[in-house]
């Protein structure tokens, strides 16, 4: 069983930046795909970035450029470094680890961007 404990949500101005962090208990880490998700008021939850056990990553459309998804498998921690933030970037984000047909999630993190 993994659990996830997400941090570094909060508040910031529009053109900001956050790292948000998501730290996974277990042995088993690194054979893990890690993504982060997010979800806004009224809308379904939607990928953000993924990185594969290999390193292979994957951004949304909206956050490429902005958003770097990297992981310290020493640490059993997974982040994502969020710049240019923009106020559509507000929401709950959500860390993800998955290995064959495991899925687990984290209890999820606020980001506010104000304009």
């Known amino acids: 069983q993994v659990q996830l404990v997400e941090s570094g949500g909060g508040l910031v101005q529009a053109g900001g930046s956050l790292r948000l962090s998501c730290a996974a208990s277990g042995r088993t880490f690194s054979a893990y795909a890690m993504g982060w998700f997010r979800q806004a008021p009224g809308k379904e939850r939607e990928l953000v970035a993924t990185m594969t056990s290999g390193g292979s990553t994957n951004y949304a459309d909206s956050v490429k450029g902005r958003f770097t998804i990297s992981r310290d498998n020493a640490k059993n921690t997974v982040y994502m470094q969020m710049n240019s933030l923009k106020p559509e970037d507000t929401a709950v984000y959500y860390c993800?680890?998955?290995?064959?047909?495991?899925?687990?999630w984290g209890q999820g993190t606020q980001v506010f961007v104000s304009s």
């Open positions: 993800k680890a998955a290995w064959g047909k495991a899925e687990h």
